[in-house]
């Protein structure tokens, strides 16, 4: 039977400790620019950017 390998176990811990960290502090600055915002405002705003060239040109 193999022995468990214990180094390994751990780094895997240890990166997905350092994830959840890197995760949490990402999130946390996006609450702070956004001021409570989804997250799904990138995708809005790609399709908001189309709308303004539409009303710019004038109707005849």
Known sequence: MAKPNYSFEKRQR???KKKKK???LKEKAGRKVGEGAPEDTPDDDTTTGAAPAEQGT???
């Open 58 to 60: 004038p109707a005849a």
């Open 14 to 16: 240890e990166l997905a």
């Open 22 to 24: 890197e995760e949490k």
